[in-house]
């Protein structure tokens, strides 16, 4: 089986990719709209139950901004960047990014 060129997508891959956009997207987005999140957050742990009913503008705001940044084509290709990079990496060494971001053991 012949590897796809250094800057191509296959369609399995586009599938790996989006998945591995969770974790890009929710990096990027944490650190963008953190404070939307946490009016959300507290909106929620003091309603309790009626969370659904009393956070609706907060869930809203969230959702708002949720949908813009993931619509964005330069996210897009942000993401899709560092996925190749990721796989190039991957294919060169053998060792996922997670393997190879882990800590060693300071005592061995």
Known sequence: MAL???GQVNFCETL???DGFGRIFQTKWTNLYSYINSNFTKCCKNSGV?????CRKENSALKECLTAYYND????????????????EFRKTGIPTKKRLQKLPTSM
């Not at 009626?50 to 009393?54: E, F, G, I, Q, W």
């Not at 996210?75 to 190039?88: I, P, V």
Request: overall charge negative; aromatic content about 12%; charged content about 35%.
């Open 16 to 18: 790996q990719m989006l």
């Open 73 to 88: 084509p330069a996210f897009y290709e942000e993401c899709k960047m560092e996925y190749l990079k990721e796989r190039e």
């Open 50 to 54: 009626l969370m659904v009913v009393k």
């Open 4 to 6: 796809d060129p250094a």
